[in-house]
């Protein structure tokens, strides 16, 4: 049974930056694409940045020059770096993997002080 763990989100005060990891366990077989997703209180989920399993990579408008996804195959892992952190960036943020079918992770907080 594939299961994705999150890490690295927290407090941050505008400015700072953050690192988010996501690790794909149970020996998943052929990781199609990666992403990160966010979800502010009252609104709707939204696509941060994603990864295909080529390596090309998409990002939300209000992310692009500030965050950076990447992916290790061999490690079955999805990182989002974030920099230039902005209290709009406040959200819990998700990661999801495509393999079988989409696999999604249990979310991390990340906050964003002014």
């Known amino acids: 049974q594939v299961q994705l763990v999150e890490s690295g989100g927290g407090l941050v005060q505008a400015g700072g930056s953050l690192r988010l990891s996501c690790a794909a366990s149970?020996?998943?077989?052929?990781?199609?694409?990666m992403g990160w997703y966010r979800q502010a209180p009252g609104k709707q989920r939204e696509l941060v940045a994603s990864v295909s399993n080529y390596g090309a990579t998409t990002y939300a408008e209000s992310v692009a020059g500030r965050f950076t996804i990447s992916r290790d195959n061999a490690k079955n892992t999805v990182d989002l770096q974030m920099n230039s952190l902005k209290p709009e960036d406040t959200a819990v943020y998700y990661c999801?993997?495509?393999?079988?079918?989409?696999?999604w992770g249990q979310g991390t907080q990340v906050t964003v002080s002014s």
């Open positions: 149970g020996s998943p077989f052929r990781i199609k694409s």
């Open positions: 999801r993997m495509e393999i079988s079918r989409d696999y």
